[in-house]
Each structure stands twice: as structure tokens, then as C-alpha cells.
């Protein structure tokens, strides 16, 4: 056995049959967000993890506290979801240091790769790709001016779901970004800023589609377009990422297009990879790839949000 692996297993504070994992988590921003804690706090409950939980409010001042911590108890292990990409180096290091293995969820970070275990995420240049590839073929070779609703600035799923779609959109000249601005991944700032997107672009009138990071952000988008008198889904094109339930009342209401599903599930592909590391060394694979499947109204959204509407969201 590895030393650094023994010292994990036998450095915890707590009983020795029951690991303790601590998590660090951004907060609360999205639907997506709430199921992914509800599901890992599921996981961990199933598989008799003590999981000691904190969540950071949008701040990476938060988590690197919270990390710390986590630390200091001797914890057996650490989950986090990083809100932005970089400033990691050194809380990483100072976990390596402690044996601790590090699993990062759902983002990823600029730092060395050694520093933590493994990831658990989607690729999100590809969810961009799959929403892209959606409007290049619903639009066909009609002109589309298109209205990007950004994710948080300097995470990870706001930079690739953009690159991502850049790829995919950019290559056809009848499609154009005309406008992107951040929405921070909420539902209020998601609504606010189509709002004054729609404000500057004729009521809405010169506006093919939004693309929206994530689902919370296309619900708000969503409200003002109705607000400014419009039919989204119709008039407006609506293009999001998530799968969370309300966007697949959306889709039965006729008021979204497309959305590329992101599991709430992280922690149980997490946890799989860390009860083996711990029990012989295996190491995993530095980056476990969720699904990006891509759901339209053909989709049966009904029974979608039916199968969705008791898991957290
Ligand atoms: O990192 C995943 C993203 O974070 C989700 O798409 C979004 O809803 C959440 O806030």
C-alpha cells in the first residue's frame, strides 16, 4: 500500500469503519445546483459516508476555508465543486501534503493535475456543441441572431459551453452572436439581463434565439420574453443546458426548444472511484465523463419532468 494512501485511511479522526468526507460546495444558484447536493448527500447516506457539508455562497474565499477545515478534522477525503477555475494551487497542495484525496465536481480547475484524484464532470465544450449543432439545424440557412446568456465568469462551464457553441455556430454565416453578458448561472440575473437584451434589440424583434448556460438562466430569459410581449420558443428560439424539471414545463408549454441534459449525479461515479482508491490503490481515471444528451419537446418532456420532479431540483 502507497504511504500517502495508508496515512489517508488511518489519519481521519473519526471511527474507523466510517468515512468522513467533507464537501465544499458553491451554493445554490440553480435547480441543477440544489439536486446535485440533495443526490450527493443521498449517495452518501446510502453508502453510510458521514458527509460533512459547507456551502461557500458563491465565494471561492468560502471554499478555500472550508477546505481548510476539512483538513484540520482530518477528513478521509475531500468533494468540491470549484465556482471558478483558478486560485486552487495552494489549498491543493496543502491537501496533497495532508494525504487528503481531492475529487473535484462538476467544474474543473487551472491547476496541476496531480493535485487532486480525480474529476467528475461533463464536457462542457461538447454540451456547447450539441446546443449549437441544435440551432444550426433548426435554422437551417435562415438568418439567426443570436443572444448568449453567459454562465459565472471564470468557471469553467462558462468558458467551454461558450467555446463549444462558438465551434459550432461560427462555421455558418447566417448565424451571428450579436450579444453576450453574464447571468451568473440565476434565474433573476438570467431574466434581467434578456431584459435589457431585448430592450437594445428592437423589443425582441431583431432576436432569433437565446443561448443560455444553463436552464435557470433560459426560465428567466424565458419570463421576460413573455413580459415584452413575445412567444418565446416561437418568436424567440430558446436553447439552454441542464434538464432541469422546469425547463421541461417549458418545452410542454411550448416556450423551450432544446436543452442538454447535465446529471445531478457526480457523487456516486465520486464516491465508486474513492472507496477504490482507498481499498487497494487503484487509481482512477483523472476525469470521469458524465452524458450530454440533448432533449427537445420530441423528447416526451412530460414524462422527463415527471421522472425529475423528485430529486431535488
Ligand atoms: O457547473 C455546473 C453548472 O453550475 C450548472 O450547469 C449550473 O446550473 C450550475 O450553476
Not at 51 to 57: G, N, P, R, S, T
Not at 140 to 167: L, Q, Y
Not at 170 to 179: C, F, G
Request: proline share 4%; aromatic share 6%; net charge negative.
Amino acid at each position: 500500500m502507497a504511504a500517502s494512501l495508508a496515512t489517508a485511511l488511518t489519519s481521519a479522526s473519526f471511527a474507523a469503519d466510517k468515512l468522513v468526507v467533507g464537501f465544499s460546495q458553491i451554493g445554490s444558484e440553480s435547480g441543477w445546483r440544489a439536486a446535485e447536493t440533495s443526490v450527493t448527500k443521498q449517495q452518501a447516506a446510502d453508502r453510510g459516508i458521514d458527509l460533512k457539508f459547507a456551502d461557500a455562497q458563491q465565494k471561492q474565499e468560502n471554499q478555500i476555508k472550508a477546505i481548510r477545515g476539512f483538513i484540520a478534522q482530518g477528513v478521509n477525503a475531500i468533494l468540491v465543486a470549484p465556482v471558478v477555475a483558478t486560485g486552487w494551487d495552494d489549498v491543493l497542495k496543502e491537501a496533497k501534503e495532508a494525504n487528503i484525496p481531492v475529487i473535484l465536481l462538476d467544474r474543473g480547475v487551472d491547476a496541476p493535475e496531480d493535485l487532486y484524484l480525480t474529476s467528475v464532470a461533463s464536457d462542457q465544450v461538447k454540451e456547447g456543441t450539441v446546443a449549437g449543432n441544435w440551432l444550426v439545424s433548426a435554422v437551417g440557412d435562415a438568418p439567426c441572431k443570436v443572444v448568449e446568456i453567459e454562465g459565472t465568469v471564470g468557471s469553467t462551464p462558462a468558458i467551454n459551453r461558450k467555446k463549444g457553441f462558438d465551434e459550432a455556430v461560427l462555421a455558418h454565416a447566417n448565424i451571428t452572436i450579436i450579444r453576450s453578458q453574464t447571468g451568473e448561472f440565476t434565474r433573476a440575473k438570467g431574466k434581467e439581463v434578456m431584459e435589457g437584451f431585448l430592450k437594445a434589440e428592437n423589443g425582441g424583434a431583431d432576436i432569433c434565439a437565446v443561448y443560455a448556460h444553463n436552464d435557470d438562466m433560459a426560465v428567466g430569459a424565458i419570463q421576460a420574453i413573455k413580459d415584452a410581449g413575445l412567444k418565446p420558443g416561437t418568436d424567440i428560439k430558446v436553447v439552454s443546458i441542464d434538464g432541469v424539471p422546469d425547463i421541461f414545463s417549458a418545452m410542454v408549454a411550448g416556450e423551450a426548444n432544446a436543452s442538454v441534459e447535465l446529471t445531478p449525479n457526480m457523487a456516486g461515479p465520486a464516491f465508486d472511484a474513492l472507496a477504490a482508491y482507498l481499498k487497494d490503490g487503484t487509481v482512477p481515471p483523472k476525469f470521469i465523463v458524465t452524458e450530454s444528451k440533448l432533449y427537445t419537446p420530441a423528447d416526451n418532456p412530460q414524462g422527463e419532468y415527471d421522472a425529475r420532479k423528485g430529486l431535488g431540483y
